[in-house]
């Protein structure tokens, strides 16, 4: 399969601070290749009903999504709400959060 975009997932860690603050850092980005398809009529209703705006979908290999919870897609910040594994691939489900600023 050939993949036609790039996208960056980024790992995300907890760290405690001496106040015993709990806190999410991010970590370096990684590359990965992906396909990007279409949000679907019941995907976009679904997620609607959860007062989520769906951005984009991307396909990628499971070998290379290790949990990650942000991803970059050209130099923008989204969060995945959803992945859905059938086989060796993963789909995710990404949209953005006015809590990063951009709208």
Known sequence: MRY????YLVPTENIQDEMLNTFK??????????N??????????AAGNQGIRPDFTFRINS???KGETIAKVNTVKYHVY?????GDKTTL???????DGQN
């Not at 036609?4 to 996208?7: E, G, Q, T, Y």
């Not at 959803?82 to 059938?86: G, K, M, P, S, T």
């Open 4 to 7: 036609n975009s790039v996208i």
């Open 25 to 34: 850092r991010e970590g370096d980005p990684r590359k990965v290749f992906a």
């Open 36 to 45: 990007q398809f279409t949000i679907t009529r019941a995907e976009f209703d």
């Open 63 to 65: 070998v290379d999504y």
């Open 82 to 86: 959803r992945i859905a594994e059938v």
């Open 93 to 99: 489900y990404l949209t953005k959060r006015l809590s």
